[in-house]
């Protein structure tokens, strides 16, 4: 087979539809033990402009229990509802205060969560 130069190559990759490409990627990836992803950029130490760019608004939010009052069975039962949990994983993860009960939500999502395990008797804070 005869060596294609970069730009043979980019031509024959524009002939590919996007599904031919992608089968190609995973391919390649296999073959090669690779993983064909962006460059990520990483985020060097910071200057006295920092806390500007720090205070963005935050869109992920945990849902933390930190007590389970004394309406332990129906915190279990909160959280079961709010997490794909089992009965035993819910029970451990109650009895295991302080406990994330949600990760990475978003605002509303974990103002809800913390009311509904308020009003079971529990004691959330979201950070």
Aim: glycine residues 6%.
């Amino acid at each position: 087979m005869a060596k294609l130069s970069q730009d043979e190559l980019l031509e024959q990759f524009a002939t590919l539809t996007l599904i031919e490409l992608s089968e190609f990627v995973k391919a390649f990836e296999e073959k090669f033990d690779v993983k064909a992803a962006a460059p990520v950029a990483v985020a060097g130490v910071a200057g006295p402009g920092a806390p500007a760019e720090a205070e963005e608004e935050q869109d992920e939010f945990d849902v933390v229990l930190t007590a389970a009052g004394d309406k332990k069975i129906q915190v279990i039962k909160e959280v079961r509802a709010l997490t794909s949990l089992g009965l035993k994983e819910a029970k451990d993860l109650v009895d295991g205060v302080p406990a994330t009960v949600l990760e990475k939500v978003a605002k509303d999502a974990a103002e809800k969560a913390k009311a509904a395990l308020e009003a079971a008797g529990a004691s959330v804070t979201v950070k």
